[in-house]
């Protein structure tokens, strides 16, 4: 049973549009919730998020979190080609005295010009 | 410069071959992990390790096995009961405690043939 589901799956967008991807999760003992961007091979980290209802900005993108409602969502306006790529959203719970990080299956962002 | 290796960057096994795929790191960070990426999966998690001489299995440990005798290094080996061990394989590594960020490898992409 997937306890991180991202949706959705791929989107196909226009330069200039935007976009928002959703991330709902369903764990206990949440601790944080992350996004990377996968271009090629190894993810890079764009934000984690720990509070509800505080927004994390970078650039044209931007990530809150709803811990009540237990989703995220990573919006990015006025894409560019460049914003091409995976986004992979990850949660990080513990179990006992250890912690997993667990990845949903990602959303495939393709801009087109 | 301070991150994280994995090599080889592409590998070839026969079937029924152990291989081990490596990954070290000079961050100096206590939690290291094992991911596997197949198309439209995302990252599942193999094994994880907290600290030296400790691990942990992940979501889909059947057919591999890990060592973590250093802080350093955390290799990962694919054995001959892995049934489809052809994937991207990432490896990362992170700062003990709660939300906390991943660092990637570049990855290792292992074909079976």
């Known amino acids: 049973e997937d306890k991180v589901v991202q949706s959705p799956l791929s989107l196909v967008v226009h330069e200039g549009d935007t976009v928002t991807l959703n991330c709902s999760y369903e764990v206990t003992n949440f601790r944080s919730l992350l996004w990377y961007k996968q271009e090629k091979k190894a993810p890079t980290f764009l934000f984690m998020l720990?509070?509800?209802?505080i927004e994390k900005k970078s650039g044209r993108l931007s990530s809150i979190l709803d811990k009540k409602e237990l989703f995220s969502i990573l919006n990015i306006t006025a894409t560019q080609t460049g914003d091409s790529a995976i986004y992979l959203c990850a949660v990080e719970y513990s179990g006992g005295s250890n912690y997993k990080l667990t990845f949903g299956k990602g959303t495939l962002l393709t801009v087109n010009p | 410069d301070g991150g994280i290796t994995q090599s080889p960057k592409y590998l070839f096994r026969k079937e029924g071959q152990n291989v081990t795929l490596s990954c070290e790191q000079n961050l100096n960070h206590d939690a290291m992990y094992w991911y596997r990426q197949d198309p439209g999966q995302g990252l599942r998690l193999i094994y994880y390790?907290?600290?030296?001489?400790?691990?942990q299995k992940g979501d889909i440990a059947e057919g591999y096995s890990v060592s973590r005798e250093k802080k350093e290094s955390f290799p990962l080996t694919v054995t001959s009961a892995q049934k489809n061990p052809t994937a991207f394989y990432l490896c990362?590594?992170?700062?003990?405690?709660?939300?906390?960020?991943?660092?990637f490898g570049q990855g290792t992409r292992l074909t079976v043939v």
């Open positions: 720990t509070s509800s209802g």
């Open positions: 990362a590594s992170s700062i003990r405690g709660p939300g906390t960020e991943a660092f």
């Open positions: 390790s907290q600290i030296v001489n400790d691990f």
